[in-house]
């Protein structure tokens, strides 16, 4: 099984900054692919950032320039820097590492920018 715990959201102006981190634990292995989904209220689930299976990055359009992806391997955890952040950026954001047959998501952790 694998666990994901988000954390680092919060309420921040626009413009601001925020960090988040998901922690994973239990069985990760090199081929796990992880990444970063948000959901804001009334929308889908849309893809943020994440890493390929080859290990290069995908970013949503919307947040390219201003959201960054990285990872410790060494600690199984990704973080999503977010800066210039907007008041559409508010929104639950989910860790997730998927595997050939499953999909892994973290309970979420909320993201809200005022304006």
């Known amino acids: 099984q694998v666990q994901l715990v988000e954390s680092g959201g919060g309420l921040v102006q626009a413009g601001g900054s925020l960090r988040l981190s998901c922690a994973a634990s239990?069985?990760?292995?090199?081929?796990?692919?992880m990444g970063w989904y948000r959901q804001a209220p009334g929308k889908q689930r849309e893809l943020a950032a994440t890493?390929?299976?080859?290990?290069?990055?995908n970013y949503a359009d919307s947040v390219k320039g201003r959201i960054t992806i990285s990872r410790d391997n060494a600690k199984n955890t990704v973080y999503l820097q977010m800066n210039s952040l907007k008041p559409e950026d508010t929104a639950v954001y989910y860790c997730?590492?998927?595997?050939?047959?499953?999909?892994?998501w973290g309970q979420g952790t909320q993201v809200t920018v005022s304006s």
């Open positions: 239990g069985r990760i292995f090199s081929i796990d692919v």
């Open positions: 997730n590492l998927k595997r050939v047959l499953k999909d892994y």
């Open positions: 890493f390929t299976s080859s290990g290069s990055t």
